[in-house]
């Protein structure tokens, strides 16, 4: 075994109980890291490999980041799904004996952060956890920073857990160690049930816990087990479980939430362009965060909506009203981190300030909320506490412009603590002596320019030039430094007052920081007011800013149907109108029922507006649902229990599956687990195979919709051919997107009309994607070819291949295309084709054209 030096001996007693994290082991001004973490943390960070002698035959890895520094480095790490353990020197270098003792005092983890510069203002900052326990499965998920706990339970597990879990975006997944759950890709910890139980034991929820199942227990048991051994500190803030049950929200799987980009775009993940940056005119940042969850999580209680919609409603209509609520909550700050910063013991005075000013405005908004007509916002207004007490002590303890640091002195209002007010007064008489002594002396000596000064190091000086020093009286000067061009004294009473002066300031500082750990301490005694307040802030905020956005772009309120009926009047895309003026955006109708009109066939070439109108839709959908308005003249809704879209080609590699195996999986999904009442968005199914393939997939989707399932469902098709359906199938009916055909040239109108499509117009758009004018000239040569010779499928994909054998190619320039020989037809295919041109499509039926091209392909094997 290598012999290493006692400290490295240390470094790694510590490191072995944190096997998957970064150690910053302290010495002196740095924060070092050795062996395979300098390793790893020098190229992750691009800091500087170095080594050091540890005692082995080998230097050491080695690398280091300034302890004041130290926080930037930790958020670069904790940004790339690391973990972090702080060890710190706990004991006086000086006094140490030996190798000075140290301990990790904290492990910060992506989902443990509780500074605000590593968090994102309206986003939270989940964990979660899953446990399984006899066929059920508990999802725990919390954000420590403002002390927010969920729980619920699922039948079974499999996807549908890791899809609830995943729908807090947690930053961690904390498991039980149970085999059947399937991991993720997010830095996740496995624990086992022993240590589960044992960390039951000391959590702060038993009475809650007693309304939870097992399998919930275990799960938050999980949670804050896993918090409590990383943070090792007071977890008093997060004291409230809310317990909720999935199927009282709309469910959407992460295919959905992606192609509607309800809170990121697709393309780079960014909160601009989605339907949160659309409806975020929130004034504080726990309103932001609410916002985010009411839109990840739309309702199905029809009574909570339409009293949501009531308080949308009446904002809406008072614009000096809503301008004054407004006004009131621009000067609330974030009350839920305030409240877990405090509780957490690293609150400082500007924190409390914030505090303070936050709970000033509230008197003001609760007799603004009164004067609604909405029980919701009165009913926000009188459950609000206006934290009187906590504001009357805050005002007498703390000064209005406190420094940020605890330690500098500075913080606490003078008559709150009296004998601070004597070290003040000793201190500041203390300098008003100085200030006399500095003139006495000038007088007694006659030196003018004479000063008393003070530095940290030598203390309090009087300070005499050098063409002075003849006039320094004897005896009573001691020298005490020489520059220069001046040398400094001291006398003996300065030397007495100065230790008065120093002495004050030095207890003024410690007591200061005694009297403000109080002060937090008796705040941290009120954070479930404190937490109760900040939610229903965060609920007034939400709902004005949904009536704010409904005003400025003219939306409606939504009419709630239990009759499955879905009536949109002159709908319009709410991003897509935000991004053009308002004015260009052409707007459509929709009509769905749940008998007569329950699949709605969208033909129509690329680009015409099927996939908008089908988002469009949705998302106007997902608008009532958490009780905003809606972009339309009028909505008459019936509330979905599910959306699933598959919307888009993508891919996944990474998981082995090309496109048309992600379609088929996201169809999959939908049609396992859609009922009655869902929207269900399919767009091009079946296009990633062969014609017919995918022609028969697709009408077998929209059987089984129909015959199986009985879902309000946009399905957007090329298949021509299914459009046959609606004469054939009740529920199915013919909408196209409209274009016209002008000079040549392809107009979109972006009009979704009744009836089918004449055509695709995919030549058109291949022009419009400036592609090779022999391409296009050649495909508008086969297109005719086949559009005079079949309107049935199966001749039609016959006469393109014989076509492909006699049809010449367009001219072009002898430049760009070499000259071709003829190919020759053999005597089987000139038979074939003479065959083909007697034949009578109109009197061919689809099972005649089947027989011909069989009979065709065994005559072309035998010749």
Not at 161 to 177: H, M, N, S, T, W
Not at 222 to 244: C, F, P, V, W
Not at 506 to 511: F, H, P, R, S, V
Not at 520 to 533: D, K, N, T, Y
């Amino acid at each position: 075994m290598t012999a290493y030096t006692p400290m490295i001996q240390q470094y790694l007693a510590i490191k072995k109980d944190y096997p998957d994290t970064f150690l910053f082991f302290r010495l002196g001004d740095f924060y070092e890291l050795f062996f395979d973490d300098a390793v790893l943390a020098s190229r992750e960070l691009e800091i500087t490999l170095t080594g050091r002698e540890g005692g082995g035959t080998e230097r050491i890895p080695m690398c280091g980041v300034p302890h004041h520094a130290a926080d930037t480095y930790i958020a670069e790490l904790l940004k790339k799904g690391y973990k972090i353990a702080v060890c710190e020197q706990v004991e006086d270098p000086k006094e140490a004996k030996g190798v000075v003792r140290r301990e990790v005092t904290r492990v910060v983890t992506p989902g443990t952060m509780m500074e605000g510069k590593w968090l994102t203002d309206k986003e939270n900052n989940y964990m979660a956890a899953v446990a399984e326990l006899d066929g059920r499965t508990g999802i725990a998920a919390c954000d420590m920073s403002t002390g927010e706990m969920y729980v619920t339970s699922l039948v079974g597990h499999g996807e549908s857990v890791i899809d609830e879990a995943l729908q807090y975006r947690p930053k961690e997944l904390v498991f039980c160690g149970l085999a059947t759950i399937p991991k993720t890709a997010l830095p996740h910890t496995v624990l086992d049930r022993n240590e589960i139980d044992a960390f039951a034991v000391d959590v702060q929820y038993q009475e809650q816990a007693k309304e939870l199942d097992a399998v919930m227990r275990t799960a938050v048991n999980a949670l804050l087990g896993y918090i409590g051994t990383t943070q090792k500190r007071s977890l008093a803030h997060m004291r409230l479980i809310k317990r909720y049950d999935a199927r009282q929200y709309l469910q959407m799987d992460g295919f959905s939430r992606r192609n509607l980009e309800l809170t990121e775009t697709i393309r780079d993940k960014s909160k601009k362009g989605s339907l949160l940056w659309l409806l975020d005119r929130t004034e504080t940042a726990m309103g932001g965060r609410l916002l985010r969850r009411w839109i990840e999580r739309p309702l199905l209680r029809a009574n909570e909506l339409q009293a949501r919609l009531d308080a949308v409603e009446a904002l809406k209509g008072d614009l000096l009203l809503r301008s004054d609520v407004r006004s009131c909550l621009d000067r609330v700050y974030d009350l839920e981190r305030l409240a877990g910063r405090i509780s957490y013991g690293n609150a400082n005075a500007r924190d409390l300030i914030q505090l303070r000013y936050s709970l000033e405005a509230v008197p003001e908004l609760k007799l603004l909320l009164k004067e609604t007509k909405s029980p919701v916002l009165a009913d926000l207004a009188a459950g609000m506490d206006n934290c009187a007490d906590i504001v009357q002590f805050l005002q007498s303890a703390l000064v209005d412009d406190p420094p940020i640091s605890v330690r500098e002195g500075g913080m606490i209002r003078t008559g709150y603590d009296e004998y601070l007010d004597k070290l003040h007064s000793a201190s500041r008489d203390g300098k008003t002596w100085i200030a006399q002594l500095e003139q006495g002396e000038r007088e007694a000596t006659g030196i003018r320019s004479l000063k008393v000064g003070f530095n940290k190091v030598f203390g309090y000086y009087i300070e005499v030039s050098k063409s002075n020093i003849a006039n320094v009286p004897a005896g009573r000067y001691e020298r005490k430094q020489t520059l220069a061009n001046a040398e400094r004294y001291i006398t003996p009473e300065l030397k007495e007052r100065e230790a008065l002066i120093l002495e004050a300031e030095e207890k003024m500082i410690e007591l200061e920081y005694q009297l403000f750990s109080a002060v937090r301490s008796e705040v941290a005694q009120h954070i479930p007011r404190l937490q109760g307040l900040a939610e229903r802030i965060a609920s007034v905020d939400v709902l004005q800013s949904f009536a704010t956005v409904s005003d400025e772009r003219g939306y409606v309120r939504p009419e709630l149907t239990e009759t499955g009926e879905y009536v949109i009047t002159e709908g319009r895309h709410p991003v897509v109108e935000a991004v053009l003026e308002r004015e260009k955006y052409v707007a459509n109708d929709a009509r769905m029922d749940q008998q007569q009109r329950q699949v709605l066939l969208i033909t129509g070439p690329n680009m015409a507006g099927k996939s908008t109108y089908m988002r469009q839709i949705a998302l106007i959908t997902v608008m009532a649902q958490v009780g905003c308005f809606v972009p339309a003249k009028s909505a008459k809704l019936a509330l979905v229990d599910q959306i699933f879209t598959r919307i888009g080609a993508a891919d996944d590699l990474a998981g082995g599956h090309s496109t048309f195996m992600v379609e088929m999986l996201e169809t999959k999904h939908a049609l396992q687990k859609a009922t009655s009442q869902s929207l269900i968005l399919l767009d091009e199914i079946g296009r990633g195979t062969s014609t017919y393939d995918g022609m028969a997939l697709a009408q077998a989707v929209i059987e089984y919709i129909c015959q199986k399932i009985g879902a309000k469902t946009l399905f957007s098709t090329h298949y021509h051919e299914l459009t046959s359906l609606e004469e054939t199938m009740s529920g199915v009916v013919n909408v196209h997107a409209r274009c016209e055909e002008r000079d040549g040239k392809l107009l979109f109108l972006h009009k979704i009309e009744e009836g089918r499509a004449d055509k695709s117009y995919g030549i058109h758009v291949a022009e419009l994607a400036e592609m090779p004018v022999w391409v296009i000239e050649r495909a508008r040569s086969i297109l005719t070819g086949l559009e005079a010779g079949s309107t049935s499928a199966a001749a039609a994909d016959m006469q393109m291949s014989l076509d492909m054998l006699w049809t010449a190619p367009a001219p072009v320039p002898a430049a760009v295309v070499k000259e071709e020989p003829t190919p020759l037809l053999t005597a089987e295919e000139e038979a074939i084709l003479a065959d083909l041109r007697e034949l009578d499509l109109n009197q061919t039926t689809p099972m005649d054209a089947m027989l011909k091209l069989f009979a065709w392909k065994q005559q072309l094997k035998k010749g």
